[in-house]
């Protein structure tokens, strides 16, 4: 899927900000929604919904009522346009405002920035979920009883302690974005969710190994391990079967990872700016659809030299099938050239 942000809304509140894309993560895919049961609708006067807010167990330990606490918040509703990605910008309300605005309809997508509303009670069949500025030690319990989220954004948090439990519950998930958030772990919870298709953890320290639970997420099409000081990949990766796109450039491998010759489903691979990188192994021949290799900056490598790997992976194909037919090989500065009957002198394209 083409790379795209979820949105940044930092304009007036008084504007509508269409969102952009200048990071180059992923967004979350326009999906077809539901209309409201009748338990969304909400009467802010009625006075047993009114004690369900301030007695829920989300509250803060100061006495202050949700409904008067200001939170900086946007969201999408249900009857709102799911093919655009205009939306509210970022505003700050409190949570009784953020009601009157839903009145009987639901929200779709919601963005939160510091402080986290109660969430079971603003937006209980939220699709898409974007949190940021998470205060320290926040156990996100809230975020289990989301039970409809198909798209979870925590980039950029604090997660040094570990990723809450709480994710784990959220077996819906199709999209979870966990990049930058210090990460060192993963917890076992994980393997629950067995319809995520898109998983980003790039910029995270695994220098001590990739967490074994990311094997278990065999539904998975998109693996994004960037930038996660990875010197090698676990066995348990070559069972995610279906993965089509593997991104583990700017790490510290020196080869291949034998996993990666598994994935015969792959068609994108990125091991761009690993360093130390000396070697592609010949196996990389069996990943049938493979229609991209990106090896920018992996200045190192020998086998196949770095400067038949520029050309990518039909270039690649071509130098492993000339070893193979016994073929002697050139290589120069220049272009590669091809000594043989049939192509003495002509450059790998």
């Not at 898109?198 to 065999?218: A, D, H, I």
């Not at 290589?331 to 002198?345: E, F, H, Q």
Request: overall charge negative.
């Amino acid at each position: 899927m083409p790379k795209r942000k979820l949105k940044k809304l930092k304009s007036s509140p008084s504007k509508k900000a269409k969102s952009s894309d200048p990071s180059g993560e992923s967004g979350p895919s326009n999906r077809q929604d539901e209309g409201p049961s009748s338990s969304s609708t909400r009467d802010l006067s009625d006075s047993s919904y009114r004690s369900q807010l301030d007695d829920s167990p989300l509250s803060p330990s100061n006495t202050t009522s949700y409904s008067v606490d200001v939170y900086r918040v946007s969201y999408r509703l249900s009857t709102q346009e799911s093919d655009d990605w205009f939306i509210d910008s970022l505003q700050d309300k409190t949570v009784g405002e953020v009601l009157t605005d839903v009145g009987e309809d639901y929200i779709t997508y919601f963005e939160c920035i510091g402080k986290i509303p109660p969430l079971s009670i603003l937006c209980p069949m939220v699709k898409e979920l974007q949190l940021e500025n998470i205060p320290e030690n926040c156990q996100l319990e809230s975020l289990s009883s989301l039970t409809q989220l198909e798209m979870l954004w925590l980039s950029d948090n604090n997660f040094k302690e570990g990723l809450p439990e709480a994710v784990g519950a959220l077996t819906s998930l199709a999209e979870l974005y966990l990049g930058r958030c210090q990460l060192q772990d993963l917890p076992e919870s994980l393997s629950s969710l067995t319809q995520l298709k898109e998983l980003r953890l790039s910029v995270n320290n695994f220098k001590e190994g990739l967490p074994e639970v990311v094997g278990t997420l065999t539904s998975l099409t998109v693996l994004d391990l960037d930038r996660c000081q990875l010197q090698d990949l676990p066995e348990s990766l070559s069972k995610l079967s279906q993965l089509e796109m593997l991104d583990i450039s700017g790490n510290e491998l020196k080869e291949v990872p034998e996993a990666v010759f598994h994935l015969t489903e792959l068609k994108k691979l990125d091991i761009s700016y690993n360093y130390e990188l000396t070697k592609i192994d010949e196996k990389v021949m069996a990943l049938n659809k493979l229609q991209m290799l990106n090896c920018d900056g992996c200045t190192k490598l020998i086998s196949p030299p770095y400067t038949v790997c520029q050309d990518g992976i039909h270039a690649i194909q071509e130098y492993f099938k000339a070893l193979n037919q016994g073929r002697e090989i050139e290589v120069c500065n220049a272009p590669v050239a091809i000594v043989g009957n049939s192509l003495a002198g002509k450059p790998v394209s």
